[in-house]
């Protein structure tokens, strides 16, 4: 493995009365996509918002490039090169698609002065935010949201890349399309960090895998040992790839 961009050491996150995470470890490669699976309710997504600052750790340490991040604010965590797409997308439905992808890009303040060499190649990644350019986000259908989700997330060069359930909802040719997109960024030096429910999904864009339940992480590895593994599967997931 390559040495971590982002650690996780004992973290427990409470929200209200509830204690959600019970000290997850949690290990994220450089310059590799990480798989985050588990069952509904194990911790996925708290994980994230977590690391994001959403929600504060009430205990353990979040440290990324070897800064600890554990108490910052969700826009310094931001503005170090992480980028985070919630499962709920976040658009903004009554702005334009070139309106959302400008607000992500905060070094421009029309979209003229956007990087128009890296705004090509998101085109080319994702033909729908070009295609659909000037029109209400509102009016995407769920597939092209996600894509505007992820273009607008890597607008700008990030570091890392934190996406909840990138593919849920998607048609299989909306899938693959979003899984070269990956894959062109990883080779680009991006590390990326997926939770999914997709098994396929993980199993074909995965270099390594955490396994979340009850709050903490219960396995990690590499992704293509839990995918030959069909008995791990049934242990950890409760189902097989």
């Known amino acids: 493995m390559n040495q971590p961009l982002l650690t996780l050491k004992g973290v427990h996150t409470h929200i209200a009365a509830y204690h959600i995470l019970h000290g997850v470890d949690l290990a994220v490669p450089r310059g590799e996509v990480t798989m985050l699976l588990g069952r509904n309710g194990a911790g996925k997504t708290t994980t994230l918002r977590t690391i994001m600052g959403l929600w504060l750790a ?15 604010a969700t826009p310094q965590i931001a503005g170090l090169g992480i980028a985070y797409v919630p499962e ?38 994702f033909p729908a935010v070009e295609k659909f350019w000037n029109h209400p986000a509102g009016k995407l259908s769920g597939g092209q949201k996600q894509m505007l989700a992820v273009a607008r997330a890597i607008v700008e060069p990030r570091e890392l890349l934190i996406v909840d359930e990138p593919s849920k909802g998607l048609a299989p ?24 429910q997709n098994i396929n999904f993980a199993k074909r864009l995965g270099d390594s895998v955490a396994v979340m339940d009850n709050g903490k992480v219960v396995h990690s590895g590499s992704m293509k040992e839990l995918a030959d593994n069909e008995e791990l599967q049934h242990a950890l997931l409760g189902l097989a790839i």
């Not at 040719?173 to 990883?186: E, G, V």
């Open 88 to 125: 709920n997308m976040g658009i903004f439905a009554d702005l334009t698609v070139k309106e959302n992808m400008l607000l992500a890009a905060r070094s421009a303040r029309t979209a003229a002065q956007m990087d128009g060499e890296r705004l090509a190649w998101i085109f080319q990644l």
């Open 173 to 196: 040719a909306i899938i693959n399309n979003m899984i070269s997109a990956f894959d062109q960024l990883k080779q680009r030096g991006v590390t990326i960090l997926l939770v999914e």
């Open 58 to 72: 009430s205990k353990g340490t979040v440290k990324f490039d070897g800064q600890d991040i554990t108490r910052l």
